[in-house]
C-alpha cells in the first residue's frame, strides 16, 4: 500500500507530529515562517481547546467532545464548509485514540484502495487495535465506492469518519448514512477568526512572531471579515499580505501591514457559492421567499448574492417568471409579461448592464400585490388527473361532425353562453363523477 495515499498514524505521538506537534524550531522545514508548509496547516490545532469555533459540538460536556476525549469515537460524518475545521477534528481523534488510524482522500482513492485498508484492519484487529478511516471529501466517492464501504462498517471492521463539504442527504448513500452520526460545522465567527489571526501573528515556533509585523488598525478586522467563515482562506491571506509587507519594507525597517498591502493580497472575494451543490438551492430559496414577503431588500441582497457569485443569470430570471405566475398571479396579470420581458432584455444586452434588469424585476416581483390562486387550482387539478380514472367527456361537451355521433348523443344538450349573455351555471362541464369538485377559489 502507497504510503503517500494512506499516511497512518499509529500513535498519539505520531498524530501530534502530523498535526503540527513536532517541534523543529523556527528554521525547520514544517515549522516556523521559513517552513515549506502554508501558515494555515503550520498553525493547526494540536488540542481540542486550540480548536476555533464549533463550541455547539466541543466545548466540555458536548457529545463529540467526550467521544473524542473517552476514545469512544463511532462512524460519523463532518458536515460544513471549508475552513471550518474537518480535517483538524479528525486528525484530534488520531492524537487521542489508541486505535489504527488511516487517512484517504476521496479525489485520489478508489475501490482498490478501500480494499487494502480493510485486509490491513483485519491484521491489526488480529493484533487488538480497531482501525479508523478518515476519508476527506467522502461525497467525491460515487455511489460504487461507497457501497464498497458499507459492510465493513456496518461489521464494525471499521469506522468511519467522513468530511464533506455538501449535504449528506443528498451526496452519502443512506444506508452509509443511517449508521453513521452527522455533526455540523458552522462558518466561523469573526472574533474566532481574529483569535487564530492573533495566534498565528505571536507564535513564534509555527506562526509569523519571529517577522513581528507593525500592524495598521483595522487589517486584522478586514481579514476576517474578506475570510467569510474560513479560518484556512483567513491564515493564508495573513501570510500572503505578510510577505509582501516584508517584501516592500526597506533593509532594517519594521515591515508594516497596511490596508494597502491588504489589497493587493486579498485581490478578489470569493463568495461560498456552489452552482451545483446545497448553497445554489438555499440562496434560490431565500430570494423566493423574500420576495414573496414583499421584502425588497432581501430580495435584492440574495439576487446580488447569486449574481456576484457567477450564478447563470437567465436561471434567475426563468425563477421569476415562475414566481410571477405561482406567486403573483392574477393579482398583477402583467407580472408575468415584466418577467418575459426582462429575460429577453438580458439576452439581448447581457453582462453587466444586465444586472440591473434583474434587479428591476425583483423589485417590481417583491413590490406586486400576490396571489396564489392559480398555483393552488392547478394543483387540485393536477391531484385529481394523477389520481383518478380518465373520466369521459359529458356528451353534451363533445362535438358532433358526423350524423353518427349526432344520433349517439354528441352536443345534445349544450347550451351556448354567448347566447345566453352570461356563463350557464346549470350546465356541468366536468367528468360527472367529478361535478362537485371546487377548484378556483378566489383570493
Not at 195 to 211: H, I, K, M, N, Y
Not at 318 to 334: H, K, Q
Not at 380 to 403: F, G, I, W, Y
Amino acid at each position: 500500500m502507497s504510503d503517500s495515499l494512506f499516511p497512518e498514524m499509529d500513535s498519539p505521538q505520531d498524530a501530534a507530529a502530523a498535526s503540527g506537534g513536532g517541534s523543529k524550531g523556527p528554521a525547520g522545514a514544517a515549522s516556523g515562517p521559513k517552513g515549506s508548509s502554508p501558515l494555515a496547516d503550520r498553525m493547526r490545532p494540536r488540542s481540542l481547546e486550540e480548536v476555533a469555533g464549533q463550541q455547539h459540538l466541543l466545548e466540555e460536556g458536548k457529545v463529540l467532545r467526550r467521544l473524542i476525549e473517552e476514545d469512544q469515537v463511532s462512524s460519523m460524518i463532518l458536515w460544513g464548509p471549508p475552513g471550518v475545521g474537518k480535517t483538524t477534528l479528525a486528525r484530534l481523534v488520531a492524537r487521542h485514540s489508541r486505535s489504527h488510524f488511516v487517512s484517504l482522500s476521496a479525489v485520489l482513492s478508489g475501490v482498490k484502495d478501500i480494499k487494502q485498508v480493510v485486509e490491513q484492519s483485519r491484521r491489526m484487529a488480529a493484533a487488538g487495535r480497531p482501525t479508523v478511516l478518515f476519508i476527506d471529501e467522502l461525497h467525491r466517492f460515487n455511489k460504487a465506492q461507497q457501497d464498497a464501504l458499507l459492510p465493513h462498517v456496518e461489521s464494525g471492521a471499521l469506522t468511519l469518519i467522513g468530511a464533506t463539504t455538501e449535504n449528506p442527504s443528498f451526496e452519502v448513500i443512506a444506508p452509509l448514512l443511517s449508521r453513521s452520526r452527522v455533526f455540523v460545522l458552522h462558518p466561523l465567527e469573526e472574533e474566532d477568526i481574529l483569535s487564530l489571526l492573533r495566534r498565528a501573528l505571536e507564535d513564534r515556533e509555527r506562526g509569523l512572531g519571529d517577522w513581528e509585523l507593525d500592524l495598521e488598525d483595522g487589517v486584522l478586522e478586514r481579514i476576517a471579515a474578506f475570510a467569510d467563515g474560513d479560518a484556512r482562506q483567513a491564515l493564508n491571506s495573513l501570510e500572503v499580505a505578510s510577505r509582501l509587507a516584508r517584501a516592500s519594507a526597506s533593509e532594517g525597517q519594521t515591515a508594516r501591514l497596511t490596508a494597502k498591502v491588504l489589497s493587493e493580497a486579498l485581490q478578489s472575494r470569493h463568495l461560498r457559492y456552489d452552482k451545483a451543490g446545497e448553497e445554489h438551492y438555499n440562496i434560490i430559496s431565500a430570494l423566493h421567499k423574500s420576495m414573496r414577503n414583499s421584502d425588497i431588500g432581501a430580495s435584492l441582497y440574495w439576487l446580488s448574492r447569486m449574481l456576484e457569485a457567477g450564478e447563470d443569470p437567465r436561471y434567475i430570471l426563468r425563477r421569476m417568471i415562475r414566481f410571477a405566475s405561482e406567486d403573483v398571479g392574477l393579482a398583477d396579470p402583467d407580472a408575468l409579461g415584466r418577467a418575459v420581458d426582462a429575460l429577453r432584455a438580458y439576452d439581448f444586452v447581457g453582462l453587466p448592464e444586465g444586472k440591473l434588469f434583474l434587479a428591476q424585476t425583483a423589485v417590481y416581483l417583491a413590490r406586486a400585490p400576490k396571489s396564489n390562486a392559480v398555483y393552488k387550482a392547478y394543483g387540485k387539478v393536477e391531484k385529481d388527473v394523477r389520481q383518478t380514472r380518465s373520466e369521459p367527456v359529458p356528451l353534451h361537451l363533445r362535438n358532433a361532425p358526423t350524423k353518427l355521433m349526432k344520433d349517439l348523443g354528441y352536443g345534445k344538450g349544450y347550451r351556448y353562453a354567448h347566447d345566453e349573455g352570461r356563463p350557464v351555471e346549470e350546465m356541468n362541464c366536468l367528468p360527472d363523477k367529478l361535478k362537485d369538485r371546487r377548484y378556483w377559489e378566489e383570493d
